[in-house]
T-cell receptor, first 114, second 115 residues
Framework: GQQVMQIPQYQHVQEGEDFTTYCNSSTTLSNIQWYKQRPGGHPVFLIQLVKSGEVKKQKRLTFQFGEAKKNSSLHITATQTTDVGTYFCAGRLQLNNAGNMLTFGGGTRLMVKP | NAGVMQNPRHLVRRRGQEARLRCSPMKGHSHVYWYRQLPEEGLKFMVYLQKENIIDESGMPKERFSAEFPKEGPSILRIQQVVRGDSAAYFC?????????????FGSGTRLTVV
């Protein structure tokens, strides 16, 4: 079945270093979304990418959607301790009757050392 | 305008008891999605409901688990005869029935602990 994979599973960085998480789908996605979950919290929506090759920025965060709409990445420049949390990608299948369900990747847990 | 409301926030059950988790969607939303998150893992889709209808329950275990979303009142996820492996955080999200779908708004979740 449909799978969305994320790597790495964990990442430790020194504050100020950059961070990237990668998301890959076994099938084409109609869109890709990214969420952040702080420890003990709930997932919070960050952004949605829809178009092939799309790139969006939110301050220090850069999101990309691959040309084939099967992969995506999130890059954080100069991490801060407030970036700590788990970042999930989530995709919606490109099917006629896929409904509104999202398939989530396993997440990348980011830890930032001050 | 309240967001997605889940209760209880924390629930402790002994093995063999029943757990009932409630989710009230955002105002005007008629679609509800339940996800389960095991410790240190991602979110796994369980069930997608509209008012009085189960649209997709492909992620829900066939035994002991059931879900409903009545015409009035919250959506209920019910786990009968809980086992230790049911210990997890259960999140629900909601969306409107029509129009472009953006990101989910999740509730704060119910953390179920089975002792």
């Amino acid at each position: 079945g449909q799978q969305v994979m994320q790597i790495p599973q964990y990442q430790h960085v020194q504050e100020g270093e950059d961070f990237t998480t990668y998301c890959n789908s076994s099938t084409t996605l109609s869109n890709i979304q990214w969420y952040k979950q702080r420890p003990g919290g709930h997932p919070v929506f960050l952004i949605q990418l829809v178009k092939s090759g799309e790139v969006k920025k939110q301050k220090r965060l850069t999101f990309q959607f691959g040309e084939a709409k099967k992969n995506s990445s999130l890059h954080i420049t100069a991490t801060q301790t407030t970036d700590v949390g788990t970042y999930f990608c989530a995709g919606r299948l490109q099917l006629n009757n896929a409904g509104n369900m999202l398939t989530f990747g396993g997440g990348t847990r980011l830890m930032v050392k001050p | 305008n309240a967001g997605v409301m889940q209760n209880p926030r924390h629930l402790v059950r002994r093995r063999g008891q029943e757990a009932r988790l409630r989710c009230s969607p955002m105002k005007g939303h008629s679609h509800v999605y339940w996800y389960r998150q095991l410790p240190e893992e991602g979110l796994k889709f369980m069930v997608y409901l509209q008012k009085e209808n189960i649209i997709d329950e492909s992620g829900m275990p066939k035994e002991r688990f059931s879900a409903e979303f009545p015409k009035e009142g919250p959506s209920i996820l019910r786990i009968q005869q809980v086992v230790r492996g049911d210990s997890a955080a259960y999140f629900c999200a909601s969306s409107p029935s029509t129009g472009p779908i953006d990101g989910y708004t999740f509730g704060s979740g119910t953390r179920l602990t089975v002792v």
